[in-house]
């Protein structure tokens, strides 16, 4: 490839009105969004209460946190996409993570 995949599905993206993962970085907490991307990593630590999906795009990554009762509703698709779109509020930490 010459270019990330996501930039092929980019104006289909725009059209419907999901950010980039660099604009959903750049959005205020709290802020409602969308965004998509490659899934590059699922993990779920213990029995832990969330499930923390990694998303790649053309601008960079997002990290999506995805409660368990809502995976386990979309448990097949969660596990089996390799390309997903996230909706959701904007969470910025302190320290300038935004989930």
């Known amino acids: ?3 990330h995949p996501m930039q092929v599905l980019r104006p289909i993206f725009n059209r419907a009105d999901v950010f980039t993962c660099a604009a959903t970085s750049a959005r205020r907490d ?9 899934v590059l990593v699922r993990q779920r630590p213990g029995n832990g209460k969330a499930i923390f999906i990694t ?3 053309e601008t960079g990554v997002t990290n999506v946190v995805l ?4 995976f386990e509703r979309f448990r097949a698709e969660v596990m089996g996409a390799r390309l997903l779109l996230a909706e959701g509020r904007v969470q910025k930490s302190p320290e300038g ?3």
Do not use: I, S
């Open 1 to 3: 490839l010459k270019g």
């Open 30 to 38: 709290g802020a409602w969004t969308r965004t998509a991307g490659v």
């Open 55 to 57: 998303l790649e795009d």
């Open 67 to 70: 409660w368990a009762r809502t």
């Open 97 to 99: 993570v935004t989930h």
